[in-house]
């Protein structure tokens, strides 16, 4: 192949030192080839690699510089969740109002979540609190609806006088207008001592085979004993029968109420009661064995 020397400026070559066009596209082709695999960035021009240029899937991710992907050149929809880093989205990528209930995994939501105040009454699923998420005392009269609490919900012995309003003296309670108001075992008359309630058993008692019974009250202090009545029945259990507080006559039951020793109405440990020689008691109605005789109601000082 001939050798062309050009000046040291091509731009310098004139029509007049090119005589053979053949020869010089000869030369050229051969210079080019020569070149091949030789041109660095430095021989490139700004902007001299135009989009025809590059290859199909000749730009790499090595290719690219840092930064060098911006919105515009990201297609619409073509990030998908293999795009996206764990915890690359947080507040700032959510659209208001676009999390909705699908989007929530269970027990997602706890009481971090939740703005003070924000839980009202339409939040809530029928039965959801119960005993544990009341505050101690949380609970006033307010809270109360009309009727609310009955008697199942009032302890035994907790309703003490301080408790009973005045207006219902004499309103079908025991009692009335000008004598003692008696709810569940608790009296009050005027300033007088509050007395208490009890009763008991008399147990077996076959009145036929015998006239006197003790029953062991259970106090721990007879002397706080301010009044005593009974009630008897018949074996049928059809007929009951008020026990007097003393004998009037052969034929009563009563409670003792002698100083002899052993018929003392009351001491520390007993009640004595006995029946006359005579009359209904002293009858096969009231002989029956392993049978409650009656009850024993015994009102003392607290």
């Known amino acids: 192949m001939g050798t062309i020397t050009l000046p040291n400026n091509p731009g310098l070559i004139q029509n007049t030192q090119v005589t053979d066009a053949t020869k010089v596209m000869e030369n050229f082709t051969a210079i080019v080839t020569e070149c091949n695999g030789s041109l660095d960035a430095n021989n490139l021009a700004a902007l001299a690699v135009e989009t025809a240029k590059i290859a199909n899937l000749a730009v790499t991710a090595a290719k690219l510089a840092t930064d060098a992907v911006e919105t515009l050149k990201i ?24 999390i909705d209930l699908i989007h929530m995994s269970a027990e997602s939501v706890d009481s971090d979540q939740y703005v003070d105040g924000s839980i009202d009454l339409i939040h809530m699923s029928a039965e959801s609190v119960d005993s544990d998420q009341y505050v ?24 003490k006088k301080e408790h009973i309003n005045a207006d219902v003296v004499g309103t079908g309670l025991t009692g009335g207008v000008g004598t003692a108001l ?4 608790i009296v009050e008359v005027g300033d007088s001592v509050e007395l208490k309630c009890k009763v008991i058993e008399i147990g077996d008692w076959n009145m036929v085979g015998t006239s ?79 049978y409650n005789r009656g009850w024993i109601t015994i009102w003392y000082e607290a």
Do not use: C, E, W
């Open 212 to 290: 006197t019974v003790s029953v062991a009250h259970g106090m721990s202090n007879h002397k706080k004993i301010r009044a005593v009545t009974g009630i008897l029945r018949d074996d049928d259990d059809a007929y009951y029968y008020v026990i007097p507080s003393s004998r009037d006559s052969n034929s009563d039951v009563y409670f003792y109420s002698s100083h002899t020793a052993g018929t003392q109405g009351i001491d520390a440990t007993y009640i004595r009661m006995g029946r006359g020689p005579d009359g209904q008691y002293n009858d096969i109605l009231f002989d029956s064995t392993s």
């Open 75 to 98: 297609k619409d929809a073509n990030v998908t969740l293999a795009k996206m880093a764990a915890n690359s989205v947080d507040s700032d990528q959510y659209v208001d109002g676009s």
């Open 182 to 185: 008696s709810v569940d075992g």
């Open 136 to 159: 101690d005392g949380s609970i006033d009269t307010a809270h109360l609806a009309a009727d609310a609490v009955d008697d199942t919900k009032i302890g035994d012995a907790k309703i």
